[in-house]
């Protein structure tokens, strides 16, 4: 299955009213995309990680009466699921593609690795570039600049995820609506092989 790239209709998906009529509309338009990509980096982090990693399209199925805002594929070196796992994400907002190194509230041994981010805090301040982006809720859009963080900052965030039973920690990049509509479909994949790349030590600190 071959990746087109993303339309501005599948971006106009999060505006369509309820939650059946949105569904619909990203099952037909979105959820190929997802897929192909999916297939793609399951094998490509595979040989990254050097682990088995398989591709979890997000279904929605919990979802009775709010449309989703946002929808995504993750990667873990699981079958089952991801949640529980540090994952990779690539995925759309009606504003923007994201692109994450992820580890959400469901993660069991947040302690553990909030302990081991923070004695590389150091190494992680210096080697993300500084315009890749962090998050502590992967339920919203908003994000933190790395350009703009201290390392007092960076270290808090993650003290944060050993503390806080809710506490999710996510770094990566996003490519806004009118940037991603411009690129096709070959020039996103190398933006993200190129973000997944750049995240591979954050994935490879917590294995």
Same mark, same amino acid.
Request: aromatic content about 12%; hydrophobic content about 40%.
């Given at each position: ?8 209709? @599948?971006?106009?998906v999060?505006? +369509? @009213?309820?939650?059946?009529n949105?569904?619909? =509309?990203?099952?037909?338009h979105?959820? %190929?995309?997802l ?5 793609? !980096? =399951? ?9 088995? +990693?398989?591709?979890?399209? =997000?279904k ?6 709010? %449309? ?12 089952r699921? #991801?949640?529980?796992?540090?994952? !990779?994400? /690539? ?7 994201f692109?994450?190194? =992820?580890? /959400? #509230?469901?993660a %069991?041994?947040?302690?553990? #690795? ?10 992680? !301040?210096?080697?993300i570039?500084? @315009? !890749? ?7 919203? %859009? ?13 270290? @808090? ?8 039973k809710k506490?999710? +920690?996510?770094?990566?990049y996003? +490519? ?26 954050? #994935?490879?600190?917590?294995?």
């Open positions: 299955m071959t990746f087109s790239g993303f339309s501005k209709s @599948d971006f106009e999060f505006s +369509i @009213d309820g939650l059946e949105r569904m619909d =509309a990203l099952i037909t979105i959820r %190929p995309k897929d192909a990509l999916g297939e793609h !980096f =399951a094998q490509t982090l595979s040989v990254m990680t050097g682990q088995e +990693i398989f591709a979890h399209v =997000a929605h199925a919990r979802r009775k009466v709010n %449309p989703p805002n946002d929808t995504w594929v993750a990667f873990a070196n699981n079958s699921g #991801y949640k529980m796992l540090p994952h !990779f994400q /690539i995925g759309l907002w009606g504003s923007h593609v692109i994450w190194f =992820a580890m /959400i #509230y469901e %069991p041994r947040k302690t553990e #690795y909030g302990k081991i981010f923070q004695s590389n805090v150091n190494q992680i !301040f210096h080697d570039p500084k @315009d !890749f982006v962090w998050s502590i809720d992967h339920m919203k %859009p908003d994000v933190l600049k790395h350009a703009e963080l201290s390392k007092e900052e960076l270290v @808090d965030m993650f003290v944060r995820l050993q503390t806080i506490a999710e +920690i996510l770094c990566g996003q +490519i806004s609506r009118e940037e991603a509509i411009e690129m096709s479909g070959q020039q996103l994949i190398d933006q993200i092989q190129r973000v997944f790349t750049q995240v591979l030590p954050l #994935y490879k600190l917590v294995q």
